[in-house]
């Protein structure tokens, strides 16, 4: 699999975790006290906080993880867990409903600024979570070179864009969605979910075998 595949399985895995169907209503209690005229600040500023997340992480990732003596094929195999973890429950139509939770973790006042809540609970927990950040690890684990990881950061630039166009959408189009629709679409990102997930538990697994054969000196 070349670089530029990678990079798109990377995005698609990338937009699958976050759900921006899910997301958009996730958002949508979060931004009620924020007037409407601060939202593009509020996109724009989400897409910020995304994206540098992102890009230091594929930068730095992999280094951070030598000088912890982890192995690069068993953090890709965790992605895949992390990511199988998320799916299912997705692909069976057991996930817990997003704004639930984003209704408890953003209780703010009125007329509040966007920067206040920009960070948290926006960009965390509800954009960015460590599943996110062991997904970007493992893909940056399996290229190669300054090309494969401009795709990697084009992919990831990508993903930030559609995270901040979930927040423009979310204040003005409001709970338009219906619950069968979001529903529907959530089960197709679980099954996209699951399908990458399983690719990346059996590279994982499949390079862990590998370096345990060499180092018993079996060729």
């Not at 280094?63 to 965790?78: K, R, V, W």
């Not at 509800?126 to 990697?152: D, E, K, M, N």
């Not at 697994?205 to 345990?212: G, Q, S």
């Amino acid at each position: 699999m070349n670089n530029a595949e990678l990079a798109v399985l990377m995005l698609l895995a990338l937009v699958g975790l976050y759900s921006p169907v899910a997301a958009v209503s996730s958002y949508i209690p979060v931004l009620q006290p924020v007037d409407t005229r601060q939202h593009q600040r509020l996109a724009l500023g989400l897409f910020v906080n995304v994206a540098a997340i992102a890009v230091v992480t594929i930068l730095v990732g992999e280094p951070l993880l030598e000088l912890l003596g982890l192995s690069t094929a068993a953090l890709s195999a965790t992605g895949g867990i992390a990511l199988m973890i998320a799916a299912v429950p997705m692909m069976l139509g057991k996930s817990d409903d997003p704004a639930t939770g984003a209704g408890d973790a953003a209780t703010v006042p009125p007329s509040t600024s966007w920067r206040s809540i920009v960070f948290m609970p926006l960009t965390f927990p509800l954009t960015v979570g460590g599943a996110t950040i062991a997904v970007l690890i493992s893909f940056r684990a399996q290229v190669t070179g300054v090309t494969g990881v401009l795709a990697l950061t084009v992919a990831a630039l990508i993903h930030a864009a559609i995270t901040g166009l979930c927040v423009y959408v979310a204040g003005h189009a409001g709970r338009r969605l219906s619950d069968r629709a979001r529903m529907i679409l959530d089960r197709v990102a679980g099954i996209l979910l699951t399908a990458i997930a399983a690719t990346l538990l059996a590279s994982g697994f499949t390079r862990l075998a590998v370096d345990v054969l060499k180092a018993m000196g079996v060729h």
